[in-house]
């Protein structure tokens, strides 16, 4: 029995034209994000099947497999709510996302210092990943992060709170290989509601986390 399923998008395939025209929306969603979602419960399954008969010798790459298949159904559920035809901007021009704005310049310096970071941290990747604005729950204060594939080179116990996709298979039908532009492009549809509530229930969840009284 599956555990992960495919959520479905919050608008239609159209709804972030012209940052993100709708063929690519389709194609990521139904195909790309869908394979991932297989790939965990596939790995899952593979990893019963290694309980029950003992037999560990593939351990190494199923547990690598279920990393990779679950940060990408993981990474791309909120990538789909980061979005909406109706962002963009910057948090304090958007209603009941203050205290996300202030959370930003107080990690960053200002907004303009946190969107260059993001930006450069998502357009520089080495080959396919992601930029990530992240709570991280020992500070209490936000970063960003590269994520390589869909795994590496984050901290510990941080939450993603908003994820710009950098995989080729998210702009390369619209912006051929300008990566920069395409990153560029994504601040148009940033749906800071969205990312104003994930900062919220991070720093709520953040003492279960770390298990402080």
Do not use: C
């Amino acid at each position: 029995m599956a555990i992960y399923t495919l959520p479905e998008l919050p608008y239609d395939y159209a709804a972030l034209q012209p940052t993100i025209d709708a063929k690519i929306i389709e194609l990521h969603h139904d195909k790309h994000h869908a394979a991932y979602v297989k790939g965990a419960n596939d790995t899952l399954e593979q990893l019963a099947e290694a309980r029950d008969k003992d037999q560990w010798g593939a351990i190494n790459g199923l547990e690598k497999n279920l990393a990779f298949h679950l940060s990408g159904h993981i990474l791309h559920s909120i990538y789909w709510q980061n979005m909406s035809g109706d962002g963009g901007g910057e948090p304090l021009d958007k209603d009941g996302v203050g205290e996300l704005a202030d959370a930003i310049a107080e990690s960053f310096g200002s907004f303009a210092k946190f969107k260059a970071q993001l930006t450069k941290a998502s357009a520089t990747t080495q080959g396919s990943g992601w930029g990530v604005l992240a709570y991280e729950p020992i500070s209490g204060k936000l970063i960003v992060e590269q994520v390589y594939d869909h795994q590496g080179n984050v901290g510990q116990g941080s939450v993603p709170i908003l994820v710009f996709d950098a995989w080729e298979h998210a702009f390369y039908l619209q912006y051929k290989n300008q990566k920069v532009d395409f990153i560029d492009a994504m601040w148009a549809v940033v749906n800071w509601q969205d990312v104003a509530k994930r900062y919220g229930s991070a720093k709520e969840r953040a003492n279960n986390l770390l298990l402080v009284p």
